[in-house]
């Protein structure tokens, strides 16, 4: 079964702080994606990748970066925390082919930002 | 890019009854369509997922049904039961992104 680790299930930050999101997966899944979870927005993409090394942006990248420096880790970053950034986040992975194949979401980090 | 409307966004259903969650899409050259079902603080879960090369698929009581030339599918829930209350989210895929419907928070009522 695949496993999607999210490093904390629950974070507080300050404003104007940098924010790391760690996400592990074990199953050896080519793709990577971060998404945003709101009430009545649904899931919004933030980035995803495909390879290590590699980014694409989403729908919503604004305000954030990622790094994949290795095929199981993909990282979210916030780079000045906001308020309107306090939300869930979800991390996923797929295998390659494209996106025709299911994601495997992990548990989420809920991100209140102060 | 694609578009993707869910409705209705919350539902309440007897036990025992049907559900039924529509989702359309905008862009014809989306061909996979995923369910997830998100129980209560926990993630969100694939339970049945389509093709554009076929019409319905059904896995016990959950079914989905695709219909390319109106551009919506649709999740079918027979017999509900109290664990299927959870937040039901539908996607489609045109092969470069997902594009996640805003969810629909099914209540089945004992």
């Known amino acids: 079964d695949v496993k999607v680790t999210q490093s904390s299930r629950y974070l507080v930050k300050r404003t104007g702080e940098k924010v790391f999101l760690e996400c592990v997966q074990d199953?050896?899944?080519?793709?990577m994606f971060w998404y945003r979870q709101d009430p009545g927005l649904g899931l919004r993409l933030i980035y995803f990748s495909y390879d290590v090394k590699m980014k694409e942006k989403g729908d919503i990248p604004e305000g954030y970066s990622v790094s994949r420096e290795k095929k199981e880790r993909f990282s979210l970053i916030l780079e000045s925390a906001s308020t309107n950034q306090t939300s869930m986040y979800l991390c996923?992975?797929?295998?390659?082919?494209?996106?025709?194949?299911?994601?495997?979401f992990g548990d989420g980090t809920r991100l209140s930002i102060l | 890019g694609e578009n993707v409307e869910q409705h209705p966004s919350t539902l309440s259903v007897q036990e025992g009854d049907s559900a039924v969650i529509k989702c359309t899409y905008s862009?014809?050259?989306?061909?996979?369509f995923p369910w997830y079902k998100q129980e209560l603080g926990k993630r969100p879960q694939l339970i049945i997922d389509i093709r554009s090369n076929v019409g319905e698929k059904k896995d016990q009581r959950i079914a989905v049904t695709l219909n390319k030339t109106a551009k919506h599918f649709s999740l079918h829930i027979t017999e509900t039961q109290p664990e299927d209350s959870a937040v039901y989210f539908c996607a489609a895929s045109d092969g470069s992104q997902f594009y996640f419907g805003t969810g629909t928070s099914l209540t089945v009522i004992p």
């Open positions: 996923a992975s797929s295998l390659s082919s494209g996106f025709h194949q299911p994601q495997h």
């Open positions: 862009d014809s050259a989306s061909n996979y």
């Open positions: 199953m050896d899944h080519e793709n």
